[in-house]
C-alpha cells in the first residue's frame, strides 16, 4: 500500500505551494514559523464607488452587470474582419461598425427621420437606398445587414459631414482616444504581416472627420491639453497584482521582489509603458 501511495506522489511533477492552506499541525518550537508579510490587496469587493473611501484607494472594483452596457455602451472590441468590397485594398471590420452604428442610432434616433441622403446606394443586386431617403434606413441596412455595416458607416458620416458643410444643420464631433485612429493594430493579414491603420475602412472614414478643412477649427483655440499624472504606488501595486492574479505575468521573476522593482523602473510607473512590459512577459 505504501508503495503505491509513493508512486502516486511521484507522479506528480509539480505542487503549488499557494494552492495550499496553512493545516493545524503545530511546528516545533525552537523553529517558529516566520509571519508572512500582508499581501496586497488589488480589488475591492465593494462595487458601489459611493461607498468606496480612503481604504480603496488604487484598487480594481467590479461592475455589475447590469450596468455593464450602461458604462461600456460599445464593448470590447472585436477583432474580425473582412476585404473590403468597395476598395479591395481596404479591411472592413463589420461587427464593429455594427456596434458603432447601434450606438449612434441610440443618440440620435430623434434625427434620423429628419436627415435625406443625398445620393442613390446600391448595395446589393436586390436592395438600395434611393435619394431622399432618411439616413435612418443606412443606419438600419447596416445594422441588420452586419456585411455592409462599414459601408453604412462610411456613407452616414459622409452625409453627416456633406450636409452640415452646407448648413442644414450643426453637427458635433467628439472622439474619445483619438490617437488609437493612427496607433499600430493587432490585426494581421493572411501572410501574418499586421495590417496598417489607414488599410481599415471603418479608421479610414472615421479620419475624415477629424481633418482640419473645416470652418471654424480656430474656435478651439486654445488647446489645454489635460495631464494624467503615473501610478502612484498604491495603484502600481493593485495593477501588478492584477496582471498577477490574472496570469498575464507568466515569467517565473515577475512575481518575485526583484521583477516587481525592474517593472517599476522600467516603467517609471507609465500606466501605458506597464502594459506594454507586461505584455511580452
Known sequence: MLTGITRLFCRVQKLDLRCFSHMSAQAPQSNPVPAECPRSISRTSDSDPAKHGEQHEGQFYSIPLQDLKTVFPHGLPPRYMMQSTYNRQRFDQPLEASTWLKNFKTTNKHFLSQIKVQGKYIWNKRESTEKGSPLGEVVEQGITRVRNA????????????????????????????????????????????????????????????????????????????????????????????????????????????????????????????????????
Open 150 to 281: 462599414t459601408d453604412a458607416v462610411g456613407i452616414v458620416l459622409k452625409e453627416l459631414r456633406s450636409q452640415s458643410s452646407e448648413g442644414h444643420f450643426r453637427l458635433l464631433v467628439a472622439v474619445d482616444g483619438v490617437n488609437a485612429l493612427w496607433g499600430r493594430t493587432t490585426l494581421k493579414r493572411e501572410d501574418r504581416t499586421l495590417i496598417a491603420p489607414e488599410e481599415l475602412s471603418l479608421v479610414h472614414s472615421l479620419r475624415k472627420m477629424v481633418k482640419n478643412d473645416w470652418e471654424g477649427f480656430d474656435a478651439l483655440d486654445p488647446f489645454l491639453p489635460i495631464l494624467i499624472s503615473n501610478y502612484n504606488p498604491k495603484e502600481f501595486e493593485s495593477s501588478f497584482q492584477y496582471y498577477l492574479e490574472n496570469n498575464w505575468l507568466q515569467h517565473e521573476k515577475a512575481p518575485t521582489e526583484e521583477g516587481r522593482k525592474e517593472l517599476k523602473f522600467l516603467s517609471n510607473c507609465n500606466p501605458g509603458q506597464l502594459e506594454r512590459l507586461c505584455a511580452a512577459l
